[in-house]
T-cell receptor, first 111, second 112 residues
Framework: GESVGLHLPTLSVQEGDNSIINCAYS??????FIWYKQESGKGPQFIID?????DKRQGQRVTVLLNKTVKHLSLQIAATQPGDSAVYFC??????????FGAGTTVTVRA | ETGVTQSPTHLIKTRGQQVTLRCSSQ?????VSWYQQALGQGPQFIFQ???????GRGNFPPRFSGLQFPNYSSELNVNALELDDSALYLC???????????FGPGTRLTVL
Protein backbone atom coordinates (compact mmCIF):
# COMPACT_ATOMS: atom_id res chain seq x y z
CA GLY A 1 0.00 0.00 0.00
CA GLU A 2 0.91 3.67 -0.17
CA SER A 3 3.43 4.68 2.50
CA VAL A 4 3.82 8.33 1.63
CA GLY A 5 1.00 10.85 1.44
CA LEU A 6 0.63 14.54 0.93
CA HIS A 7 -1.42 16.70 3.26
CA LEU A 8 -3.23 19.02 0.89
CA PRO A 9 -4.32 18.22 -2.66
CA THR A 10 -4.11 21.84 -3.79
CA LEU A 11 -2.12 24.95 -2.93
CA SER A 12 -2.69 28.41 -4.36
CA VAL A 13 0.16 30.87 -3.86
CA GLN A 14 0.81 34.43 -4.92
CA GLU A 15 3.72 34.91 -7.28
CA GLY A 16 6.77 35.93 -5.28
CA ASP A 17 5.58 34.32 -2.05
CA ASN A 18 7.09 31.18 -0.56
CA SER A 19 5.33 27.83 -0.98
CA ILE A 20 5.34 24.97 1.50
CA ILE A 21 4.23 21.50 0.47
CA ASN A 22 3.92 18.83 3.13
CA CYS A 23 4.22 15.07 3.08
CA ALA A 24 3.83 12.37 5.73
CA TYR A 25 5.25 8.89 5.68
CA SER A 26 4.46 5.83 7.73
CA UNK A 27 7.55 3.65 7.55
CA UNK A 28 10.01 4.52 10.30
CA UNK A 29 12.69 2.61 8.43
CA UNK A 30 12.43 4.89 5.40
CA UNK A 31 15.81 6.51 4.90
CA UNK A 32 15.62 8.34 1.63
CA PHE A 33 13.03 10.59 0.03
CA ILE A 34 12.69 12.39 -3.27
CA TRP A 35 10.53 15.28 -4.35
CA TYR A 36 9.26 15.27 -7.92
CA LYS A 37 7.59 17.97 -9.98
CA GLN A 38 5.16 17.03 -12.72
CA GLU A 39 4.11 19.68 -15.18
CA SER A 40 1.08 19.24 -17.38
CA GLY A 41 1.74 16.77 -20.18
CA LYS A 42 5.09 15.66 -18.81
CA GLY A 43 6.47 12.91 -16.65
CA PRO A 44 7.69 13.57 -13.09
CA GLN A 45 10.98 15.43 -12.84
CA PHE A 46 13.45 15.06 -9.96
CA ILE A 47 13.72 18.22 -7.82
CA ILE A 48 15.66 17.33 -4.70
CA ASP A 49 16.30 14.42 -2.38
CA UNK A 50 17.17 13.93 1.27
CA UNK A 51 18.53 11.09 3.36
CA UNK A 52 17.45 10.30 6.88
CA UNK A 53 20.80 11.35 8.35
CA UNK A 54 19.95 14.93 7.38
CA ASP A 55 17.30 17.33 8.66
CA LYS A 56 17.56 19.85 5.87
CA ARG A 57 18.85 20.10 2.35
CA GLN A 58 18.87 23.10 0.08
CA GLY A 59 18.84 23.41 -3.66
CA GLN A 60 18.22 26.25 -6.02
CA ARG A 61 15.18 28.06 -4.53
CA VAL A 62 14.05 24.81 -2.90
CA THR A 63 14.60 23.44 0.59
CA VAL A 64 13.51 20.08 1.91
CA LEU A 65 13.03 19.55 5.64
CA LEU A 66 12.80 16.15 7.26
CA ASN A 67 11.33 15.58 10.72
CA LYS A 68 11.90 11.95 11.59
CA THR A 69 10.20 12.27 14.96
CA VAL A 70 6.80 12.91 13.42
CA LYS A 71 7.64 11.25 10.07
CA HIS A 72 7.04 14.37 8.08
CA LEU A 73 8.85 16.13 5.28
CA SER A 74 8.22 19.37 3.51
CA LEU A 75 9.30 21.11 0.35
CA GLN A 76 9.73 24.85 0.48
CA ILE A 77 9.90 26.88 -2.70
CA ALA A 78 11.24 30.40 -2.33
CA ALA A 79 9.87 33.29 -4.39
CA THR A 80 7.38 31.12 -6.25
CA GLN A 81 7.24 31.76 -9.98
CA PRO A 82 4.60 30.91 -12.61
CA GLY A 83 6.85 28.09 -13.86
CA ASP A 84 6.49 26.44 -10.47
CA SER A 85 2.84 25.65 -11.21
CA ALA A 86 2.74 21.85 -11.28
CA VAL A 87 1.86 18.77 -9.28
CA TYR A 88 4.44 17.93 -6.61
CA PHE A 89 5.02 14.42 -5.30
CA CYS A 90 7.08 13.09 -2.46
CA UNK A 91 8.34 9.58 -3.06
CA UNK A 92 10.47 6.89 -1.54
CA UNK A 93 13.25 5.58 -3.74
CA UNK A 94 13.31 2.02 -4.99
CA UNK A 95 12.55 -0.26 -2.10
CA UNK A 96 12.07 -3.79 -3.35
CA UNK A 97 12.32 -2.04 -6.71
CA UNK A 98 9.09 -0.10 -6.15
CA UNK A 99 9.08 3.72 -6.17
CA UNK A 100 6.14 4.71 -3.99
CA PHE A 101 4.44 8.05 -4.70
CA GLY A 102 2.00 10.04 -2.65
CA ALA A 103 -1.14 11.50 -4.19
CA GLY A 104 0.42 14.82 -5.12
CA THR A 105 -0.21 18.49 -4.37
CA THR A 106 -1.25 20.76 -7.22
CA VAL A 107 0.42 24.14 -6.88
CA THR A 108 -1.16 27.05 -8.70
CA VAL A 109 0.72 30.34 -8.84
CA ARG A 110 -1.42 33.49 -9.00
CA ALA A 111 -0.04 36.45 -10.90
CA GLU B 1 14.36 16.71 -21.32
CA THR B 2 15.32 13.35 -19.83
CA GLY B 3 16.17 11.51 -23.05
CA VAL B 4 13.45 8.94 -22.33
CA THR B 5 10.92 8.69 -25.13
CA GLN B 6 7.57 6.94 -25.26
CA SER B 7 5.20 6.06 -28.06
CA PRO B 8 2.49 6.63 -28.89
CA THR B 9 1.62 9.83 -27.02
CA HIS B 10 -2.09 9.10 -27.05
CA LEU B 11 -4.10 5.98 -27.72
CA ILE B 12 -7.78 5.05 -27.70
CA LYS B 13 -8.88 1.45 -27.36
CA THR B 14 -12.09 -0.40 -26.53
CA ARG B 15 -12.73 -2.87 -23.76
CA GLY B 16 -11.30 -6.32 -24.40
CA GLN B 17 -8.64 -5.13 -26.81
CA GLN B 18 -4.90 -5.45 -26.33
CA VAL B 19 -2.37 -2.62 -26.36
CA THR B 20 1.41 -2.30 -26.59
CA LEU B 21 3.22 0.77 -25.34
CA ARG B 22 6.86 1.46 -26.08
CA CYS B 23 9.71 3.15 -24.25
CA SER B 24 13.24 4.03 -25.27
CA SER B 25 15.54 4.44 -22.32
CA GLN B 26 18.21 7.06 -21.85
CA UNK B 27 21.59 6.14 -23.28
CA UNK B 28 23.64 4.12 -20.81
CA UNK B 29 20.63 3.06 -18.75
CA UNK B 30 19.91 -0.66 -18.36
CA UNK B 31 16.83 -0.45 -16.13
CA VAL B 32 13.31 0.49 -17.14
CA SER B 33 10.36 0.86 -14.79
CA TRP B 34 6.71 1.27 -15.77
CA TYR B 35 4.09 3.18 -13.83
CA GLN B 36 0.36 3.73 -14.18
CA GLN B 37 -0.96 7.15 -13.25
CA ALA B 38 -4.72 7.50 -12.98
CA LEU B 39 -6.18 10.98 -13.23
CA GLY B 40 -5.49 12.95 -10.07
CA GLN B 41 -3.33 10.24 -8.53
CA GLY B 42 0.34 9.58 -8.09
CA PRO B 43 2.13 7.07 -10.30
CA GLN B 44 1.75 3.44 -9.25
CA PHE B 45 4.58 0.99 -9.89
CA ILE B 46 3.74 -1.76 -12.38
CA PHE B 47 7.07 -3.53 -12.86
CA GLN B 48 10.74 -3.03 -13.53
CA UNK B 49 13.09 -4.61 -16.05
CA UNK B 50 16.82 -4.89 -15.50
CA UNK B 51 19.05 -6.28 -18.24
CA UNK B 52 16.06 -7.91 -20.00
CA UNK B 53 14.72 -9.64 -16.88
CA UNK B 54 11.70 -8.65 -14.77
CA UNK B 55 13.15 -7.28 -11.55
CA GLY B 56 10.14 -6.58 -9.38
CA ARG B 57 6.42 -6.18 -9.81
CA GLY B 58 3.71 -4.10 -8.22
CA ASN B 59 0.12 -5.05 -7.52
CA PHE B 60 -1.05 -5.48 -11.10
CA PRO B 61 -2.74 -8.53 -12.66
CA PRO B 62 -0.91 -10.85 -15.09
CA ARG B 63 -2.64 -9.26 -18.08
CA PHE B 64 -0.05 -6.50 -17.60
CA SER B 65 3.17 -7.85 -19.06
CA GLY B 66 6.39 -6.44 -20.31
CA LEU B 67 9.52 -6.98 -22.24
CA GLN B 68 12.97 -5.43 -22.39
CA PHE B 69 15.14 -5.70 -25.46
CA PRO B 70 18.94 -6.03 -25.77
CA ASN B 71 19.18 -2.28 -26.44
CA TYR B 72 17.26 -1.81 -23.14
CA SER B 73 14.18 -0.34 -24.75
CA SER B 74 10.99 -1.78 -23.35
CA GLU B 75 7.37 -2.60 -24.07
CA LEU B 76 4.34 -2.70 -21.81
CA ASN B 77 1.53 -4.97 -22.98
CA VAL B 78 -1.96 -4.95 -21.54
CA ASN B 79 -4.45 -7.64 -22.54
CA ALA B 80 -8.21 -7.68 -22.15
CA LEU B 81 -8.40 -3.95 -21.56
CA GLU B 82 -10.82 -2.66 -18.93
CA LEU B 83 -12.26 0.81 -18.50
CA ASP B 84 -10.16 1.30 -15.36
CA ASP B 85 -7.00 0.83 -17.41
CA SER B 86 -7.52 4.36 -18.73
CA ALA B 87 -4.53 6.27 -17.41
CA LEU B 88 -1.20 7.87 -18.20
CA TYR B 89 1.47 5.19 -18.51
CA LEU B 90 4.92 6.37 -17.57
CA CYS B 91 8.23 4.79 -18.32
CA UNK B 92 11.34 5.64 -16.34
CA UNK B 93 14.91 4.60 -17.02
CA UNK B 94 17.86 4.48 -14.66
CA UNK B 95 21.52 3.41 -14.73
CA UNK B 96 20.64 0.51 -12.43
CA UNK B 97 17.73 -0.63 -10.29
CA UNK B 98 18.62 1.56 -7.29
CA UNK B 99 19.52 4.83 -8.98
CA UNK B 100 17.53 7.94 -9.77
CA UNK B 101 14.84 7.29 -12.35
CA UNK B 102 14.30 9.59 -15.32
CA PHE B 103 10.74 9.70 -16.59
CA GLY B 104 9.44 9.93 -20.11
CA PRO B 105 6.42 12.08 -21.02
CA GLY B 106 4.02 9.16 -20.84
CA THR B 107 1.39 7.57 -23.06
CA ARG B 108 -2.21 8.59 -22.42
CA LEU B 109 -4.42 5.50 -22.85
CA THR B 110 -8.18 5.85 -23.02
CA VAL B 111 -10.33 2.72 -22.90
CA LEU B 112 -13.91 3.11 -24.11
Amino acid sequence: GESVGLHLPTLSVQEGDNSIINCAYSNSASDYFIWYKQESGKGPQFIIDIRSNMDKRQGQRVTVLLNKTVKHLSLQIAATQPGDSAVYFCAEPPSDYKLSFGAGTTVTVRA
Amino acid sequence: ETGVTQSPTHLIKTRGQQVTLRCSSQSGHNTVSWYQQALGQGPQFIFQYYREEENGRGNFPPRFSGLQFPNYSSELNVNALELDDSALYLCASSPDSFSEQFFGPGTRLTVL
